[in-house]
């Protein structure tokens, strides 16, 4: 019976996302927080911002078979952050937009965390000369804006369902 119950809880889990179906029938790769599996971004919403302050930059093959480049960059502190940049994710943005810093010039940041177990999951990014707070319909019908995500606080979907496994003892 415990395994009926884990696998209703996986179920609740990952179909949270009233969008699911349509990710699943484009071919587009699910993007999960690490720390509770929260549907964070899709494939689709890639968009490569280069950054002339990005300590490197590679091409990795990352989200399916699909090569992505991956910009490697580092805060004051010196932790070190692999990023993907997206024009949209689903994450909780921490208002207000900070211009000091930025490793992307013309553009202020604000810390993006997971909305479900809010987690550090990287950072948004908006134009300077907008205000320091913005709506979140704002931020996601613009061109302008994106998010870049910490490669390391991100899970595939699809490498997330390959780790369930059934007890040797309910297969036939």
């Not at 790769?29 to 720390?35: D, I």
């Not at 993006?112 to 907008?130: K, M, V, Y």
Request: glycine fraction near 4%; proline fraction near 5%.
């Amino acid at each position: 019976m415990w395994w009926m119950l884990l696998l209703m809880s996986v179920s609740a889990v990952s179909g949270h996302n009233a969008s699911q179906g349509k990710e699943e029938e484009s071919g587009d790769e699910l993007l999960l927080c690490r720390s509770c599996g929260y549907e964070v971004a899709v494939s689709r919403d890639l968009k490569f911002v280069a950054s002339p302050l990005a300590l490197a930059q590679r091409n990795d093959t990352l989200i399916g078979e699909r090569r992505v480049p991956v910009q490697l960059f580092q805060n004051p502190q010196g932790l070190r952050f692999q990023l993907l940049t997206f024009k949209r994710a689903a994450v909780h943005k921490h208002w207000p937009a900070d211009d000091q810093v930025s490793w992307f010039p013309g553009y202020s940041w604000t810390v993006a965390t997971c909305p479900r177990c809010h987690s550090h999951l990287g950072w948004s990014f908006q134009p300077n000369i907008w205000p320091q707070h913005v709506t979140d319909k704002e931020f996601e019908e613009s061109e302008e804006t994106f998010v870049a995500l910490i490669i390391d606080r991100l899970l595939q979907e699809n490498f997330a369902a390959t780790l369930l496994m059934v007890p040797k003892s309910y297969q036939q």
